[in-house]
């Protein structure tokens, strides 16, 4: 029988641009390391940067990126990796996809108001749409379609990112995950 640090889940980090999905699974990382867990962040920029960095944005262009890191998350959550997977994934279809594919899958909605996301604008793509030099930005004026029952919720405009990892982690642990 397989301990439980021998095997993988996912963590599924979503929320529009700007929400702190990035910041919350670098600190989830650090801590699952301490925990002596193996881990790995797929980031969906890092990836899509790496594989195809002229992908574009339309709906099929974001489904067939969330697709590809579906199954990078699967390969890994049963090699015995925890998968954190920090992806805006704008579709509920898709993320039920990706619950059905994985299994051992929790989703965590990292939410901030637009005001804060606007705000924080790590990218400067709020600022770009704001002018009007990019259109569709999702959660602003494009799809982002909200979860209906996460795992996990968390506001990063009220909690602080120590306040999110431990919810996370005691999900994990309710889940028996941990």
């Known amino acids: 029988m397989k301990e439980k640090s021998d095997v993988g889940f996912t963590i599924w980090l979503t929320g529009p641009s700007g929400a702190g999905k990035t910041t919350l699974a670098k600190a989830l990382m650090e801590k699952l390391k301490e925990m002596g867990r193996r881990v790995e962040i797929l980031d969906g920029d890092e990836i899509r940067n790496s594989l195809y ?17 579906i199954y990078m998350a ?5 090699n015995g990796v925890i998968a954190i997977v920090s992806l805006i994934s704008p ?19 990292v939410y901030a108001p637009l005001e804060e996301r606007i705000k924080r604008d790590p990218k400067g793509l709020y600022a770009k749409a704001l002018k009007g030099e990019i259109k569709g930005l999702t959660g602003y004026d494009g799809v982002y379609e909200e979860p209906d029952n996460p795992e996990v919720k968390v506001d990063s405009s009220k909690m602080s990112v120590d306040e999110e990892v431990e919810i996370v982690i005691k ?8």
Do not use: D, Q
């Not at 699967?74 to 049963?78: A, F, Q």
């Not at 999900?171 to 941990?178: I, V």
């Open 53 to 69: 960095p002229n992908l574009g944005f339309s709906k099929e262009a974001r489904e067939m990126h969330n697709r590809v890191v």
């Open 74 to 78: 699967k390969l890994l959550s049963r």
């Open 91 to 109: 579709y509920k279809s898709v993320r039920e996809y990706a619950r059905k594919e994985i299994g051992r899958f929790m989703e965590v909605y």
């Open 171 to 178: 999900k994990a642990k309710e889940l028996n995950y941990l």
